[in-house]
C-alpha cells in the first residue's frame, strides 16, 4: 500500500484499539469477538499503514493472548491494569504479578505504556502505595510510561494535585469536547504528558443510522436530528465527520487518537477516509449530558 504525505502524517496519529479482538465490545457491534485470523489481517494493514501503537487491557477477554499469539514485537503496546481487588496482599505484589502475567501472554519483556483502568483507585487509603509500585515497574524496565485511563477531565481535578503521570488517555470526540473545554488538554501538553483520545466514535454510536438508534437514546432525538441534518447538508459520512473531529484536535495536541475496528474493511474505510479534506465538526453539536457521553451510564438508561 502506497501512502500519500498526507496520509502518513494522520496516520501517525492514530492508535489501533483492540477491546473488539477479545470482547463483544461496541453497541454497534454485530459480528461479536474478531477472529484471530481476522486479528492478524487488521494488524497487519495497520502496521503497512504506519499505525505503530497498540491499546489494549487486561480487561479486554482474550485481547492480549491473541495480540501474543500474533507477534506485537514491532508495536508500542499499552496495557490497563483492572479495578485493585479487595483482597490484594501486598498490592506491590499484585500489580507486578498482574504485568508480568500480561508480558507473558503479550509474549514481551517490556510496556509500553501501563495505566490505570480504575485511577479512582488513587484517592483510596492505598493510593500512595499503587503510585509506588508503578514507579517500581518503570524503574525496573518492565514499563516505559506509566498512566491513567479515565472517563471524565473533573477525575483530573482530583488526581493531578497529588500524582503525575506520563501518559493519559481519555475520551474525545465531536460530542464530547471535554478534554478540550476544561482546559486539560492544552495543560497536559504543556507539562509534557503524553495524551491519547479514546471513544472517538462513541462505542460506535455515532456511526448508526438515525433509524438504527436503540430506543433509549431517542430523549436526545433533536441532537440526532441536528446531527444527521449537518451530515446530509455537507454529503459525509459519520465515519469521516468522526476523523476530522479528531484531526481538527489531533494535531496540535493529542500525540494518539485510538480508533477500534472488528474487520479489515473497516480499517481500510478509515484509511481511504484520511486520503480525503477532512470536515470540521460543526460547533452547534456537541453535549456535557454524562448519560450519554459516558457508556458507563448506559445500561441504567
Known amino acids: 500500500m502506497k501512502l500519500s504525505g498526507t496520509l502518513h502524517k494522520k496516520m501517525r496519529y492514530l ?4 477491546a473488539q479482538f477479545g ?12 477472529p484471530v485470523e481476522e486479528v492478524r489481517e487488521i494488524l497487519a494493514t ?5 499505525i505503530d501503537t497498540l491499546d489494549t487491557a487486561i480487561a479486554y477477554g482474550t485481547s492480549e493472548e491473541k495480540l501474543g499469539e500474533i507477534g506485537v514485537h514491532n508495536w508500542k503496546i499499552i496495557t490497563k491494569l483492572p479495578k485493585i481487588p479487595l483482597d490484594y496482599s501486598p498490592l506491590s505484589h499484585w500489580v507486578k504479578a498482574s504485568v ?3 508480558l507473558q501472554r503479550l509474549k514481551l519483556e517490556k510496556l509500553y505504556g501501563l495505566l490505570l483502568h480504575h485511577p479512582q483507585d488513587l484517592l483510596e487509603d492505598y493510593g ?3 503510585y509506588s509500585a508503578l514507579h517500581s515497574l518503570r524503574s525496573c ?3 516505559e510510561k506509566i498512566g491513567i485511563s479515565i472517563y471524565s477531565p473533573t477525575e483530573l481535578d482530583q488526581i493531578w494535585k497529588t500524582y503525575k503521570f506520563d501518559l493519559v488517555q481519555a475520551p474525545f470526540n465531536g460530542l464530547d469536547q ?3 473545554t476544561s482546559g486539560w488538554l492544552q495543560r497536559l501538553k504543556e507539562e509534557g504528558v503524553e495524551v491519547h483520545g479514546r471513544s472517538l466514535f462513541l462505542q460506535g454510536l455515532l456511526l ?5 438508534l436503540p430506543q433509549k437514546f431517542q430523549r436526545w432525538q433533536s441532537l440526532w436530528t441536528a446531527w444527521h441534518t449537518w451530515l446530509n447538508e455537507q454529503g459525509i459520512s459519520p465515519l469521516a465527520a468522526c476523523l476530522g473531529a479528531a484531526w481538527e484536535q489531533g494535531q496540535f495536541r493529542f500525540h494518539r487518537i485510538v480508533v477500534g475496528v472488528d474487520s479489515k474493511k473497516q480499517l481500510q474505510e478509515i484509511l481511504a477516509i484520511l486520503e480525503t479534506q477532512l470536515p470540521s465538526w460543526p460547533p452547534h453539536i456537541t453535549t456535557d449530558e454524562l448519560d450519554l457521553i459516558n457508556p458507563t451510564h448506559w445500561n441504567h438508561l
Do not use: F
Not at 470482547?23 to 474478531?34: K, T
Not at 448508526?208 to 438504527?212: A, F, R, T, V
Open 46 to 50: 495497520a502496521r503497512e499503514a504506519g
Open 128 to 130: 500512595e502505595d499503587l
Open 23 to 34: 470482547l463483544s465490545y461496541g453497541i454497534a457491534n454485530q459480528r461479536g469477538e474478531v
Open 100 to 102: 508480568i502475567n500480561s
Open 178 to 180: 471535554r478534554l478540550v
Open 15 to 18: 492508535a489501533l484499539g483492540t
Open 141 to 143: 524496565g518492565l514499563v
Open 208 to 212: 448508526l443510522p438515525e433509524k438504527e
